[in-house]
């Protein structure tokens, strides 16, 4: 997936939970989330591209071992961890708004 923009990449967490070793586009997101799990080439690169390809299509060692770490990494993105920590944030927000209210709220009676 030799993006130039992708905010997160259901496709590449699919892949990686199938077993696939990664090649990305070299961007800031991806790279945030894939870091050490992926192969990475510039965006506009195809004989880049190309030649990590082949590199994982010729050595099978390399591209199961690309593969393992990109699933290792898969099994952190989990909806059960996600859905708990938005749970927090939400949590952390509402008691955050409830003592600027109360904050307000002493200042206004002050």
Same mark, same amino acid.
């Given at each position: ?7 997160f990449?259901?496709? @590449? ?12 586009g070299?961007?800031?997101? +991806? ?17 880049? +591209?190309?030649?990590?390809?082949q590199?994982?299509c ?15 990494? =898969? ?19 509402? =008691? ?9 709220? @002493?200042?206004?009676? =002050?």
């Amino acid at each position: 997936m030799p993006a130039r923009y992708e905010p997160f990449g259901l496709t @590449v967490l699919e892949a990686a939970l199938s077993g696939c070793a990664l090649v990305l586009g070299d961007i800031p997101s +991806l790279r945030e989330l894939w870091e050490g799990a992926a192969v990475f080439v510039p965006p506009d690169d195809a004989n880049a +591209l190309a030649d990590v390809l082949q590199s994982l299509c010729q050595d099978r060692t390399l591209r199961e071992r690309m593969a393992e770490k990109a699933f290792e990494r =898969s099994r952190f993105f989990n909806p059960d961890k996600m859905a708990a920590e938005y749970f927090a944030a939400y949590l952390s927000l509402n =008691s955050g708004l409830r003592r600027q209210a109360l904050d307000e709220a @002493v200042n206004f009676s =002050s």
